[in-house]
């Protein structure tokens, strides 16, 4: 966050002769969404997959100035995407200097703001909010209360001399907090039934009831939430009233083909070593198995945050054996994918009766997606010479004590590994790693279509005829 510029307006008088008048969050963010389609600015940063189908929706809704509820299965971006809709708001709003909630100078609300106003006139002290700070995320669990969100009576201030009756009592919840911003709650459905009827009010009227009398506070806040589908989680619903007042339901989903899903583990992975684009397109094809698999259980998903832990995992299988063989750099190998199905079998929930057949499962489809890749990667590639030369002999062993020149000198010279190195987008003259990397991918493609075979152990394999 930049430091608020010196130029901005300090008091309420200097504001309004500079025209800083009072705008209401839906319109803000219909005015900067518009700009920004206008000007074929991306206002979805770090989004991917989502540009035909969701967000066309989402954009909809915005400028129609509706709530919103994204529904979707786990791992999908929901809470990722909401997070973007603060850098639809202006970088900086006006707000009265010292109050409790975010008012606009020119529009206090709340009794104390209203007072001072009138005190002070023109006088009245300005500060300046960044857009980072008018967002507001909740996360909903079975303990959160009405308190929390809306509001209560404060007790320090009734035993300072106050009434009970008197608006001044009332310590403000999370969303009067939030006025003038978004406020994103996530797993709605987890809030219980009676906290959500607390909303009610908020998202129709605008105004909130706290302890038995109603604040007529015109409350200008954005709500967006999110909800898993209800048939799998059932730990509660969205009441109807609730989903009556959202103005948009919005589905999401997961990536849609496998160049989305490499782009979104590229983005996401906090990679300790070099993954390449085919082991990418490995594991993003894994992950797409597993969503169309009869013994996954469908209804939990299968989350993108699976494909993002695969690369790494397989990025700290890589380095793990950079260090044990001195080989720099560290790249991955297809070797490295034996780490995935074993590390991350608790990701995934299997249906009833498979218990036990987990990690053969894991690797069938591992496999099969490796098959794929190979497929799409050597399409039209004769690989005979290198069965040929694997068969007659020059057998190749690999394996986390194996550095990647060991596996390319148990080979001879063949015009063929340049074009599988070619294929997998390694030049002739990079590391031995990465061009190891390629050789290991076409042997296993290979092997899996029973043209060669390959004998593992704990420590290493090798493939032979």
């Given at each position: 966050m930049?430091?608020v510029?010196?130029?901005?307006p300090?008091?309420?008088?200097?504001?309004?002769a500079?025209?800083?008048?009072?705008?209401?969050?839906a319109r803000?963010?219909?005015?900067n969404l518009?700009?920004?389609?206008k000007n074929?600015?991306d206002?979805?940063?770090?989004i991917?997959?989502?540009s035909?189908?969701?967000?066309?929706?989402l954009?909809?809704?915005?400028?129609?100035?509706?709530?919103?509820?994204?529904?979707?299965e786990?791992?999908?971006?929901?809470?990722?995407?909401?997070?973007?809709?603060?850098?639809l708001?202006?970088?900086?709003t006006?707000?009265?200097e010292?109050?409790?909630?975010g008012?606009h100078p020119?529009q206090?609300?709340?009794p104390?703001?209203?007072?001072?106003?009138?005190?002070?006139?023109?006088?009245?002290?300005?500060?300046?909010r960044?857009?980072?700070?008018?967002y507001?995320?909740?996360l909903a669990?079975?303990?959160t209360?009405?308190?929390?969100l809306?509001?209560?009576?404060d007790p320090?201030k009734v035993?300072e001399?106050?009434s009970?009756g008197?608006?001044?009592t009332?310590?403000?919840?999370?969303v009067?907090?939030a006025?003038?911003?978004?406020?994103a709650?996530?797993?709605?459905p987890d809030l219980?039934?009676?906290?959500?009827v607390a909303?009610l009010?908020?998202?129709e009227?605008?105004?909130?009831?706290?302890?038995g009398?109603?604040?007529?506070?015109?409350?200008?806040v954005l709500?967006?939430?999110?909800?898993?589908p209800?048939?799998?989680t059932?730990?509660?619903?969205?009441?109807?009233?609730?989903k009556?007042?959202f103005g948009?339901?919005i589905?999401?989903?997961?990536?849609?083909?496998?160049?989305?899903e490499?782009?979104?583990?590229?983005?996401e992975a906090n990679?300790v070593a070099?993954?390449?684009?085919?082991l990418?397109?490995v594991?993003a094809?894994?992950v797409?198995?597993?969503r169309e698999?009869?013994v996954?259980?469908q209804?939990s998903g299968?989350?993108?945050?699976?494909?993002?832990?695969?690369?790494?995992?397989?990025?700290a299988?890589?380095?793990r054996?950079?260090?044990?063989?001195g080989?720099?750099p560290?790249?991955?190998?297809?070797?490295?994918?034996?780490?995935?199905?074993?590390?991350?079998?608790?990701k995934i929930?299997?249906?009833?009766?498979?218990e036990?057949?987990?990690?053969?499962?894991?690797?069938?489809?591992?496999?099969?997606?490796?098959?794929e890749?190979a497929r799409?990667?050597?399409a039209?590639?004769?690989?005979r010479?290198l069965?040929?030369a694997?068969?007659?002999?020059?057998l190749?062993a690999?394996?986390?004590?194996v550095?990647?020149?060991?596996?390319?000198?148990?080979?001879p010279?063949?015009?063929?590994l340049?074009?599988?190195?070619?294929?997998?987008?390694v030049?002739a003259?990079?590391?031995?790693?990465?061009?190891?990397?390629a050789?290991?991918l076409?042997l296993?493609?290979l092997?899996?279509?029973?043209?060669l075979a390959?004998?593992s152990?704990?420590a290493t394999?090798v493939y032979?005829?």
């Amino acid at each position: 966050m930049n430091a608020v510029p010196d130029a901005l307006p300090r008091t309420a008088g200097a504001l309004r002769a500079a025209g800083y008048e009072p705008r209401p969050i839906a319109r803000e963010i219909h005015d900067n969404l518009l700009t920004a389609l206008k000007n074929g600015e991306d206002a979805w940063p770090g989004i991917v997959g989502f540009s035909r189908t969701v967000l066309p929706q989402l954009e909809r809704a915005l400028l129609a100035g509706h709530d919103v509820v994204l529904l979707g299965e786990r791992g999908q971006g929901k809470t990722r995407l909401l997070r973007t809709l603060a850098g639809l708001l202006d970088e900086w709003t006006p707000v009265i200097e010292g109050a409790e909630l975010g008012e606009h100078p020119l529009q206090p609300i709340t009794p104390a703001s209203i007072r001072r106003a009138a005190e002070l006139g023109d006088d009245l002290p300005v500060a300046w909010r960044h857009r980072s700070e008018r967002y507001t995320e909740k996360l909903a669990t079975p303990d959160t209360s009405v308190g929390d969100l809306i509001g209560d009576v404060d007790p320090v201030k009734v035993a300072e001399g106050r009434s009970l009756g008197d608006p001044e009592t009332i310590h403000f919840g999370l969303v009067p907090r939030a006025h003038r911003g978004i406020v994103a709650i996530n797993e709605l459905p987890d809030l219980a039934e009676r906290i959500q009827v607390a909303l009610l009010n908020v998202m129709e009227e605008r105004d909130i009831q706290v302890r038995g009398y109603t604040l007529r506070l015109p409350l200008d806040v954005l709500l967006v939430a999110t909800a898993n589908p209800e048939d799998y989680t059932n730990r509660g619903r969205i009441i109807t009233p609730l989903k009556d007042r959202f103005g948009a339901e919005i589905r999401t989903h997961y990536p849609l083909d496998v160049e989305a899903e490499v782009a979104v583990v590229r983005q996401e992975a906090n990679l300790v070593a070099e993954v390449g684009e085919p082991l990418l397109e490995v594991l993003a094809r894994f992950v797409r198995n597993l969503r169309e698999s009869t013994v996954i259980d469908q209804r939990s998903g299968v989350s993108a945050r699976f494909a993002v832990a695969a690369a790494e995992t397989v990025a700290a299988a890589a380095l793990r054996r950079s260090a044990l063989t001195g080989e720099e750099p560290a790249v991955a190998r297809p070797v490295d994918l034996d780490a995935v199905p074993s590390v991350l079998r608790g990701k995934i929930e299997f249906e009833p009766g498979e218990e036990g057949r987990e990690i053969e499962h894991l690797v069938h489809l591992l496999r099969l997606a490796i098959a794929e890749t190979a497929r799409d990667r050597f399409a039209g590639l004769d690989l005979r010479p290198l069965a040929d030369a694997v068969g007659d002999g020059h057998l190749v062993a690999t394996g986390e004590r194996v550095p990647g020149k060991d596996v390319l000198e148990a080979l001879p010279e063949l015009p063929v590994l340049h074009e599988v190195a070619q294929r997998a987008g390694v030049a002739a003259d990079e590391p031995a790693g990465r061009i190891a990397a390629a050789v290991e991918l076409a042997l296993e493609s290979l092997f899996l279509s029973r043209r060669l075979a390959k004998d593992s152990d704990d420590a290493t394999t090798v493939y032979g005829r």
